[in-house]
């Protein structure tokens, strides 16, 4: 355990500890291989898959952030996601939340059904029989997402921990929606942490990364082994990269959230919103959990905009500093739709079931001026209403040129890469 808060260790990652030069930032060693000392005589570093000293830095940071023994940076998200896949086999039962990242989805259903590489089996962690389901089981690993992507639902790490531990299942937690700043699972009991160190770790959205952190130094020089061994390690220049970003983590998020706490009680009183999932709301299902166990709500949050989807366009289209894109955790605000971009890679029947509508919209709230955003959210919505009452005098063109936005190049995402997300 660290003796010094989240914001001096991502403050200090990597700074002041250059060996050759006393280099105050970090040099990138932007090298593939080492020199050996001497014929049969292995250096600390040989080879950039295996090991590397700016992404070593960049692990280091992130394990004492965690509270783990060993973290492994890895080159994606998804692969820190594979990764953590390795410790199971096809006879084991994996565990995975019914609502999560699309992406960590597809992953845990096609690796189940069409590699036989595990047992899945899919709970509710919101329905009271989710330790009765897990128990009946007798499960590996647990994945949990809390808050998930994109309902921002959560889920008690601890009273899962505790399930887990008789039954010695493993409990992967990815906290990318929080980063350790605002939820640290280790100390509740969990073995594992997954981050997509693309989101708020690097938080500048100019690289894409992942990481996993272990409690145990075991399981992880297991897992550094496989990472190796599959050839999973993050780059050195993103690592440099995410060094470089995570420095100003804890400020950058603690603006992002008060934004978001600021646009959460704005969207709450818009009459064309009928719903806002956002933790710190005392009326969200998780709200005690969530405050228990994060030390505070987090820059994201959705809601259900109570129009046709047809009209979603109109709203896109309006505002100014929320730029419509796939992903989150960056400086800048970005808006999604989840149901056709990060979570396209669920089918219609796995997006129902976990509660993605329609005219469900995510927001990963950034560090603009908060008055800023403010007023082009107020703006988007009074696009909105106008675009309502022209349905209402005209239902037909309205609908028709709607329908036509929808449609339109800037809003029809490439079927191309819809398979991709
Ligand atoms: C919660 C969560 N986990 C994992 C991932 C995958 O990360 P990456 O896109 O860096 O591979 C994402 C990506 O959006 C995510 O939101």
């Given at each position: 355990?660290?003796?010094h808060?989240?914001?001096?260790?991502?403050?200090?990652?990597?700074?002041?500890?250059?060996?050759a030069?006393?280099?105050?930032?970090?040099?990138?060693y932007?090298?593939?291989t080492?020199?050996?000392?001497a014929?049969?005589?292995?250096g600390?570093?040989d080879?950039s898959?295996?090991?590397n000293?700016?992404r070593?830095?960049?692990?280091?940071?992130?394990?004492?952030?965690?509270?783990?023994?060993?973290?492994?940076?890895?080159?994606?998200?998804?692969?820190?996601c594979?990764?953590?896949?390795?410790?199971?086999t096809?006879?084991?039962?994996?565990?995975?939340?019914h609502d999560?990242?699309?992406?960590?989805?597809r992953?845990?259903?096609?690796?189940?059904?069409?590699?036989?590489?595990?047992?899945?089996?899919?709970?509710n962690?919101?329905?009271?029989?989710?330790?009765?389901?897990i128990?009946?089981?007798?499960p590996?690993?647990?994945?949990?997402?809390?808050?998930?992507?994109?309902l921002?639902?959560?889920t008690?790490?601890?009273?899962?921990?505790?399930?887990?531990?008789?039954?010695?299942?493993?409990?992967?937690?990815?906290?990318?929606?929080?980063s350790?700043?605002?939820?640290?699972?280790?100390?509740?009991?969990?073995?594992?942490?997954?981050?997509?160190?693309?989101?708020?770790?690097?938080?500048?959205?100019?690289?894409?990364?992942?990481?996993?952190?272990?409690a145990c130094?075991?399981?992880?020089?297991?897992?550094?082994?496989?990472?190796n061994?599959?050839?999973?390690t993050?780059?050195?220049?993103?690592?440099?990269?995410?060094?470089?970003?995570?420095?100003?983590?804890?400020?950058r998020?603690?603006?992002?959230?008060d934004?978001?706490?600021?646009?959460?009680?704005?969207l709450?009183?818009?009459?064309?919103v009928s719903?806002?999932?956002?933790p710190g709301?005392?009326?969200?299902?998780?709200?005690a959990?969530?405050?228990?166990?994060?030390?505070?709500?987090?820059?994201?949050?959705?809601?259900?905009?109570?129009?046709?989807?047809?009209l979603?366009?109109v709203?896109?289209?309006?505002?100014?500093?929320f730029?419509?894109?796939?992903?989150?955790?960056?400086?800048?605000?970005?808006?999604?739709?989840?149901?056709?971009?990060?979570?396209a890679s669920?089918?219609?029947?796995?997006q129902?079931?976990?509660?993605i509508?329609?005219?469900?919209?995510?927001l990963?709230?950034g560090i603009?001026?908060?008055d800023?955003?403010?007023?082009?959210?107020?703006?988007?919505?009074?696009?909105?209403?106008?675009?309502?009452?022209?349905?209402?005098?005209?239902?037909?063109?309205?609908?028709?040129?709607?329908?036509?936005?929808?449609n339109s190049?800037?809003?029809?995402?490439?079927?191309?890469l819809?398979?991709?997300?």
């Open positions: 355990m660290s003796k808060h989240a914001a001096t260790i991502a403050a200090r990652a990597g700074i002041a500890q250059d060996p030069y006393g280099a105050v930032t970090p040099p990138l932007l090298t593939s080492y020199e050996l000392p014929f049969k005589q292995p600390p570093y080879y898959r295996s090991n000293p700016t070593d830095l960049l692990a280091e940071a992130l394990a004492e952030l965690e509270g783990g023994a060993k973290a492994i940076v890895t080159n994606t998200g998804m692969s820190a594979l990764l953590a896949l390795q410790l199971l096809p006879d084991d039962t994996l565990v995975i939340p999560c990242y699309g992406g960590s989805y992953l845990f259903t096609n690796l189940a059904t069409r590699k036989k590489a595990f047992k899945l089996l899919i709970v962690f919101q329905q009271a029989d989710w330790a009765a389901q128990t009946a089981a007798r590996k690993m647990i994945w949990l997402e809390t808050p998930s992507n994109p921002l639902q959560i008690d790490v601890r009273a899962v921990c505790q399930l887990a531990q008789p039954l010695q299942a493993l409990v992967v937690v990815d906290n990318t929606f929080l350790p700043v605002l939820q640290q699972p280790l100390a509740l009991g969990a073995d594992i942490v997954v981050h997509s160190t693309t989101k708020f770790i690097n938080g500048h959205s100019d690289i894409v990364g992942g990481v996993l952190v272990c130094a075991q399981l992880g020089d297991e897992l550094k082994w496989w990472a061994c599959l050839g999973l993050g780059a050195p220049f993103d690592s440099y990269m995410t060094l470089r970003g995570l420095r100003t983590l804890e400020p998020l603690r603006l992002q959230q934004n978001t706490a600021k646009i959460v009680e704005f709450s009183r818009q009459p064309l719903k806002v999932y956002y709301l005392v009326q969200h299902p998780g709200h959990i969530a405050k228990a166990q994060q030390s505070g709500f987090g820059a994201m949050c959705s809601f259900d905009l109570a129009v046709e989807q047809a979603l366009p709203f896109f289209e309006a505002l100014q500093l730029t419509l894109a796939q992903s989150l955790g960056g400086i800048e605000s970005l808006i999604c739709h989840p149901g056709t971009m990060t979570h669920m089918d219609a029947k796995a129902q079931t976990a509660g509508g329609p005219t469900l919209i995510r990963s709230v603009e001026n908060l800023d955003l403010l007023a082009d959210l107020q703006q988007a919505f009074n696009a909105l209403a106008s675009a309502l009452r022209q349905h209402a005098d005209n239902a037909k063109p309205a609908a028709a040129k709607a329908d036509s936005a929808l190049p800037q809003f029809r995402l490439n079927p191309a819809s398979a991709l997300w």
